[in-house]
């Protein structure tokens, strides 16, 4: 083994380093994070105002589709995966991923894959345009050719989400230094256990839906046609079987980096750790019995609708006991309030009104009223914004040091943070209004009376990309040079992850770590 | 190449990137056919991830051949696999749990249970649930003028002294001897018999063709008397269940003959060293294990 990183581009091409690999992954998700806001904003744009000025109907549902995708599949998940793949082995004191080489085709798989979603919107009859949930028999009756090509992008990215998962789990168990326990693990190594987990039991179910969709459209089958005796509920059930699930898979590691950041700067250990563990493994269960509350309207049972109902607001427990840790442990802390830490306090703040407007969701008689409205919108991009997004970038900050060996530029990070909390509220928070008023989501025009609320929600998602731009310049300007980091980087930070040297050796802990 | 420490650490390698491309012209080509293109992106695909796993696996096993993996490392083989089959358990579980729901809720609710009898009564009046369904509700509504026509028979066994004859019966008795044929082989090999274990595997490998052997003829039996793919959603159910676990036997009979012919021919595995026929036995023993809920749930109820 070298000891080094190899020359040229082809370091990149076939690199088994679980570094070289998480920036793949980091930089691979921020292009799609990218392109991701691009269709928001197209989306934005055409919302400025009421009625059609920018694009067709055609087109717009095509925006909401792609926009959803590429953000889900190609900037949350592979951020999340990324940041896993730079952190465990250097958290667990392991010299790197178990399966190397599957590390890095997990990683490759993914550029193929949305090439060729991406791909679909240039091809004839446009791209999918059935919304991210990709409803039968929108999907598949009433799909554009293209579809085809989408559902076997779905193919290889749940493959790689599978290998990824199966090589995190392999890590954790297997690759921990001598005396780290399971219960002395990081909670972003445990957060990101459990997530694997949860990837690995509904990314085949995501596999067989598009299946049974693929062989609907080309082989004649009846899973989604009452004709023959299917149901197009019984889409909806099995993708929710995945989809819920999937929503904790975007937010538990999330979960992970913020118990990591907010001790650090409250500078007090973290409040309730064993709780910690056992309220991420609640959550991860019940995840799997809820899926149906997103489907409240579509006619089932009453006995269905009330099961689903309390199984839901069930979770609030598990995920009350982790905002009161968070809580718990700033009180009476020593704060300062670096980047990091501005965005996780934002975190646990803004996340905690993106779960009360769920539980409001999660009231069935009430969700008649709410579905399929601005409503919902402004509740999942509530969770998933200042969840995962804000604490990715949270993530980055605190880490970046490590990373790259130079401290980031403090003013710049806080300036961003302010611009992209405003943006982010500015965006959203009406968005509750015009929901609650009726306003339906995925139409590209609507009523004059919601047209003050929709223009302050466009211009805060303008405000709210152009901050994106700057964490890519400060990001880059840190890794070009900058005031050089020490080893420990923050005061007094856990984890062995610091106890490395800055920027982190490309091998570390060839021989394991003793851990007390 | 030297060990990263005690765990072994692979060089950069090329493998990665041409297993991403050749499943990316795979599956591109696959969606270009079923769009009306041909086949030479597909096969194209298929060829290069033909050769990238066949390096793939004699790279790792050389590996070990060479004493490069510790116990840790095999270790990580393990977990990978396990964590591997958990996998497609739930990927059958999607396909399981979408029959169950037709049977017990669709069905009965096109056919006016609970509070949708209006579906029934203006969309598909006089369908009946019935199952094994040989009546779709376009058929009962539209009569000849149907496009989703039901089976003409199906799978189920019609009567008791017809057991013997019932070919769903043999599948089961044979695969269910081939598990046990592949642990006598498990058993064999960790008494340091060598000869035993090429034996037993042998028959284990031959039982997996004959399974395959009858599940080909029940499927040209299937399609002589109309029942197929799209013959309403039993054909569906029967088909898309059956057919992945038939892909799955095929893929374990595979692996179980590349087990034999390293064995054979290579002489490879030793009684404590053998975690790659351990793995294909386990995944034969999973094949066999939904084959158990199959015939269960498509035969017996069906």
Redesign the interface.
């Known amino acids: 083994?070298?000891h080094g990183p190899?020359k040229g581009f082809?370091?990149w091409?076939?690199?088994?380093n679980h570094k070289d690999i998480g920036s793949m992954y980091l930089w691979f998700s921020f292009a799609m994070f990218l392109l991701g806001g691009v269709f928001a904003l197209v989306i934005r744009a055409e919302l400025f105002e009421p009625g059609l000025q920018i694009v067709e109907p055609g087109f717009f549902n095509q925006m909401t589709t792609m926009h959803g995708l590429v953000m889900v599949f190609g900037a949350v998940m592979p951020a999340f995966v990324g940041l896993a793949n730079w952190m465990i082995p250097m958290m667990v004191g392991?010299?790197?991923m178990?399966?190397?080489?599957?590390n890095?085709?997990s990683?490759?798989?993914l550029?193929?894959?949305f090439a060729?979603m991406v791909a679909t919107l240039f091809m004839e009859g446009g791209g999918p345009n059935f919304g991210w949930t990709f409803y039968a028999p929108l999907s598949t009756t009433y799909a554009p050719?293209s579809v085809?090509?989408f559902?076997?992008?779905v193919?290889?990215m749940g493959?790689s989400s599978?290998m990824g998962?199966?090589?995190i789990?392999?890590?954790i168990?297997?690759?921990r230094a001598p005396g780290m326990t399971l219960m002395k693990m990081p909670l972003f190594v445990w957060t990101w256990l459990i997530t694997a987990y949860l990837l690995?039991?509904?990314?085949?179910?995501l596999?067989?839906?598009v299946t049974?969709m693929?062989?609907d459209i080309?082989?004649?089958?009846?899973?989604f046609?009452?004709?023959?005796?299917?149901?197009p509920?019984?889409f909806q059930?099995?993708f929710w079987?995945f989809g819920h699930p999937e929503v904790y898979i975007m937010i538990l590691p999330a979960f992970g980096i913020v118990s990591a950041i907010i001790p650090t700067f409250a500078r007090k250990p973290l409040f309730g750790y064993s709780s910690m563990v056992y309220a991420t493994a609640s959550i991860a269960f019940l995840s799997f019995i809820v899926w149906a509350h997103h489907m409240f309207t579509v006619?089932m049972?009453i006995a269905g609708e009330l099961f689903f109902m309390y199984a839901t607001m069930l979770i609030a427990v598990p995920t009350g006991v982790k905002v009161f840790n968070w809580v718990t442990t700033m009180f009476r802390g020593a704060m300062t309030f670096e980047t990091p830490m501005l965005f996780s306090i934002a975190f646990v703040i803004l996340f905690t009104i993106g779960g009360f407007s769920g539980l409001m969701l999660a009231i069935a008689p009430a969700d008649f009223q709410y579905h399929d409205t601005y409503f919902v919108v402004a509740h999942f991009h509530y969770v998933l914004v200042p969840g995962a997004i804000f604490s990715i970038t949270a993530g980055v900050y605190y880490w970046l040091p490590k990373w790259c060996g130079n401290m980031y530029n403090e003013t710049m990070g806080k300036t961003q943070f302010w611009m992209a909390f405003i943006g982010l509220n500015l965006t959203f928070f009406p968005m509750h209004f015009v929901g609650l008023a009726g306003m339906q989501r995925r139409v590209p025009d609507y009523n004059q009376f919601f047209a003050d609320f929709n223009m302050i929600s466009s211009c805060g998602a303008f405000l709210f990309g152009a901050a994106q731009i700057m964490l890519l310049y400060n990001v880059i300007s840190t890794i070009r040079g900058g005031k050089k980091a020490t080893d420990e980087v923050w005061e007094n930070p856990e984890g062995l992850e610091w106890t490395v040297a800055s920027p982190a050796p490309y091998?570390t802990?060839?021989?394991?770590p003793a851990v007390k | 190449m030297s060990a990263e420490g005690n765990y072994y650490v692979p060089d950069q390698s090329r493998l990665p990137i041409f297993a991403s491309l050749g499943l990316f012209l795979t599956v591109y080509g696959a969606a270009t056919k079923l769009n009306g293109g041909g086949w030479t992106i597909f096969m194209l695909g298929a060829v290069v991830m033909a050769v990238v796993l066949w390096s793939w696996f004699s790279t790792v096993i050389s590996e070990n051949i060479a004493g490069l993996n510790s116990n840790q490392l095999k270790k990580s083989y393990v977990w990978g696999m396990g964590w591997f089959i958990f996998s497609e358990v739930m990927f059958f579980a999607a396909f399981f749990g979408a029959l169950f729901y037709i049977r017990n809720f669709a069905l009965p609710w096109l056919s006016g249970e609970g509070d949708t009898s209006t579906t029934n009564a203006i969309l598909w009046s006089g369908f009946e649930a019935q199952w094994p369904l040989m009546v779709t509700p376009d058929m009962a509504a539209n009569g000849d003028a149907a496009k989703v026509v039901g089976p003409g028979q199906n799978m189920s066994i019609t009567t008791a002294e017809s057991i013997w004859s019932w070919l769903p019966l043999w599948n089961t008795i044979v695969l269910l001897t081939s598990s046990v044929t592949v642990h006598f082989a498990h058993t064999a090999l960790k008494n340091n018999n060598k000869k035993g274990f090429n034996i037993w595997l042998g028959i284990t490998v031959a039982l997996g063709i004959l399974f395959l052997v009858l599940q080909a003829e029940e499927y040209i039996h299937a399609y002589s008397v109309d029942l197929t793919l799209d013959s309403g959603v039993y054909g569906t159910t029967f088909f898309m269940l059956t057919g992945f676990h038939g892909a799955h036997v095929t893929l374990g009979t595979f692996m179980l003959l590349v087990m034999w012919l390293r064995s054979v021919l290579k002489g490879h595995f030793k009684h404590e060293d053998c975690f790659g026929f351990e793995a294909a036995s386990w995944y034969w023993h999973f094949v066999d294990v939904v084959w158990v809920g199959l015939f269960i749930f498509v035969y017996i109820l069906g």
């Open positions: 083994m070298a190899a082809t370091r091409l076939y690199t088994t392991a010299p790197d178990a399966l190397p080489r599957m890095n085709w990683f490759w798989i550029p193929f894959a060729m050719p085809t090509f559902i076997f992008a193919h290889i493959a599978i998962s199966i090589n789990i392999a890590t168990l297997n690759m690995i039991a509904v990314m085949p179910v596999a067989g839906v049974m693929l062989m080309h082989f004649g089958t009846s899973f046609d009452a004709a023959g005796g299917g149901d509920v019984l059930h099995v079987f006619g049972p091998h802990f060839s021989t394991p």
